[in-house]
């Protein structure tokens, strides 16, 4: 069964450096999401990206963070300069489109983010 | 606005026994509403889903939810633990115009032998 994969499993880095978190969504999946977890919170929506453009973003989602689907099968979540607070588990899902973005979503298996 | 309570934080039950994870949401518009479970290091499996059609909706390992417009509510249960169901469980509202989910809290299912 396809799924979708994400790449780091776990990435350690310095305040103030840059990430890039990369996820392989399902094939022929067209809307494209990333959430996060800090440590004993809710998971919380970030991002929702189709035909290569932001479609809404949260209030979490400042000008530290950006998406990219540089190729036909990669998605990434950039961010520019970390911060101890973003220190997390991030997931990215897809869904297939023929619903709209009501299709459930499925989600990769996380990158969990230690900024120290 | 959409919203989503997990009334539970943590639920123990004994192998065998029944399971009810309760829910409550809000919505402005028809909810779609989902549980997804998380075990420990692993990524967000749907267990089921419910998008208007049928209020009774069966999900995957004998899981089952009932969408209840008048209590607001879509409770998880099943009939029998098991030990493998040990796991985070999360009831989230989604749909709209863009697929933004919102999650509950979770609730932490333990069961014991």
């Known amino acids: 069964e396809p799924e979708v994969t994400q790449t780091p499993s776990h990435q350690v880095t310095q305040m103030g450096q840059e990430v890039i978190l990369r996820c392989v969504p399902i094939?022929?999946?067209?809307?494209f999401y990333w959430y996060r977890q800090i440590l004993g919170q809710k998971v919380e929506f970030l991002v929702s990206?189709?035909?290569?453009?932001?479609?809404?973003k949260s209030e979490i989602f400042d000008d530290q963070f950006s998406v990219e689907r540089p190729d036909g099968s990669n998605f990434t979540l950039k961010i520019r300069s970390t911060k101890l607070e973003d220190s997390a588990m991030y997931f990215c899902?897809?869904?297939?489109?023929?619903?709209?973005?009501?299709?459930?979503?499925?989600f990769g298996p996380g990158t969990r983010l230690t900024v120290l | 606005a959409q919203s989503v309570t997990q009334l539970d934080s943590h639920v123990s039950v004994s192998e065998g026994t029944p399971v009810l994870l309760r829910c409550n949401y809000s919505?402005?518009?028809?909810?779609?509403l989902f549980w997804y479970v998380q075990h420990p290091n692993k990524g967000l499996q749907l267990l089921l889903k419910?998008?208007?059609?049928?209020?009774l909706v069966k999900g995957i390992n004998g899981f089952e939810a009932e969408f209840k417009k008048s209590e607001t509510s879509f409770h998880l249960t099943k009939p029998s633990a098991h030990m493998s169901d040990a796991a985070e469980y999360f009831c989230?509202?989604?749909?709209?115009?863009?697929?933004?989910?919102?999650f509950g809290q979770g609730t932490t299912l333990q069961v014991k032998p």
């Open positions: 419910y998008t208007s059609a049928a209020t």
């Open positions: 919505s402005s518009y028809s909810p779609s």
């Open positions: 989230v509202n989604g749909g709209g115009n863009t697929g933004k989910l919102i």
């Open positions: 899902a897809s869904t297939p489109g023929l619903a709209g973005f009501t299709d459930t979503q499925y």
């Open positions: 990206f189709y035909n290569n453009e932001i479609s809404e």
């Open positions: 094939s022929n999946h067209l809307y």
